[in-house]
């Protein structure tokens, strides 16, 4: 069992469901991404920590994309989101958000998408 599968045990949430079925797609989006705790919520690594779930959100899921543990001073190249499921906090983060496990299954497609396209550029 990874570290990360401790934590969600160990989580009180009544979001678990939610955060396993987004973990999963996050994760089977590239064969590269791998997963840690990281700032106390589950987050995800290729080349650089790039999302992590906000476990704090007041309903739903949310998963922050950023550019890692370290302020990067090179600008971040545009990001394919045809589906307008990023929500922009800055001009290298932003967010995603889902209302439940409906909202997360039909938009499965889209997340895979969206985090093919930010690994890409970082």
Known sequence: MS??????VALVSPRKAEIEAVRQIILASH???SEGIKWNA?????KDWFATFHLRAKSGIQI???RGAKIKTAPMREIADPSG???WLAPDRAT?????IDAIE?????LS???RAWISAL
């Open 42 to 46: 589950p987050s995800f690594f290729y």
């Open 85 to 87: 499921l990023l929500e």
């Open 106 to 110: 039909a938009r499965r497609g889209d």
């Open 113 to 115: 998408s969206v985090i």
């Open 31 to 33: 064969p590269e991404i």
């Open 96 to 100: 995603m958000r889902f209302a439940d």
């Open 64 to 66: 922050i994309l950023h």
């Open 3 to 8: 570290s990360v599968d401790d934590f969600i």
